[in-house]
């Protein structure tokens, strides 16, 4: 047998999808059956830093394979799998603690118009987004720079009453070209949710905002739209910016409690602050 190198030329490839993804049941006309080599002795190093993979090397026809989701996570990238088109994306992550470039002073101004949040699909995973439609339409910058994308040298947009920032779709055009994110149609939720996976506390969320969605106070109707809650720092804790049928603007903070129901699991109890509207500065009952 000849005696394979001590370290061959590296390849990061998705074939080696085992590893890494639950790559599902695939044709036998796409598998193909190879002897690899597994080199347990082999070491790795990452910026000058050794790292332990949890899924050693393989060696096969000379050439090194890692496993791409590990080592991704390693060199700073998001690694998505795709199983409906056998696709795997990987995506540079935005660093969160990277400033914000420029000062108040540079960003085009704009106000709430016509928002909206929906899931949106990009490079194999979903994601949150708020939109703004007024002369165009503008994507919420911590929704967009969450999905990977750089906006380095993108002109942002301040929103006037809740000072978020925002970025064109124009702008963003010359960053995504031919690939921008679409409606994600596997998760079509009415109401959106940042930053929470929890099953429960998205119930909970979901079900305050569809039973306090219209009242009936005396003989006068209250609506109130639910646009989207965005998980803060403190744990159990969200921000919900809502609209009236005037399309007066206002923000809630809800917080969950956790309790226990009555056949001893965990369940949670939704409270509320009062109501601020954001438009006029002031707090209302």
Request: aromatic content about 12%; some cysteine.
């Amino acid at each position: 047998m000849k005696k394979l190198p001590k370290w061959s030329k590296m390849a990061i490839i998705g074939t080696l999808m085992g590893t890494c993804f639950g790559a599902g049941v695939y044709a036998e006309d796409v598998l193909q059956r190879v002897d690899a080599y597994i080199r347990n002795d082999f070491k790795v190093v990452v910026n000058g830093q050794a790292v332990k993979l949890a899924n050693p090397p393989l060696i096969y026809n000379n050439t090194s394979y890692l496993p791409v989701k590990e080592l991704g996570g390693y060199l700073g990238a998001v690694v998505n799998w795709q199983d409906s088109t056998k696709t795997i994306f990987v995506n540079p992550r935005v660093n969160p603690n990277q400033p914000t470039e420029g000062t108040a002073s540079n960003y085009l101004e704009i106000t709430l118009q016509f928002p909206y949040a929906q899931y949106m699909d990009y490079r194999g995973a979903t994601y949150p987004m708020l939109i703004n439609n007024t002369d165009q339409v503008y994507y919420r910058l911590i929704d967009v720079e969450r999905m990977g994308i750089r906006t380095d040298g993108l002109r942002k947009a301040k929103e006037k009453f809740t000072e978020q920032l925002y970025v064109s779709e124009t702008e963003l055009k010359n960053v995504w070209g031919n690939e921008p994110p679409k409606i994600s149609y596997t998760n079509f939720e009415p109401i959106v949710v940042t930053e929470e996976n929890d099953p429960l506390k998205l119930k909970k969320l979901k079900e305050y905002a569809e039973d306090f969605r219209y009242l009936q106070i005396g003989q006068v109707s209250v609506a109130s739209n639910p646009i989207i809650f965005d998980k803060l720092k403190e744990e159990n804790t969200y921000s919900y910016l809502t609209s009236d049928e005037t399309g007066h603007f206002y923000r809630t903070t809800i917080t969950l409690t956790q309790t226990t129901a009555w056949n001893n699991t965990i369940d949670y109890f939704v409270g509320s602050s009062a109501k601020e509207d954001i438009q006029a500065g002031k707090v209302t009952k």
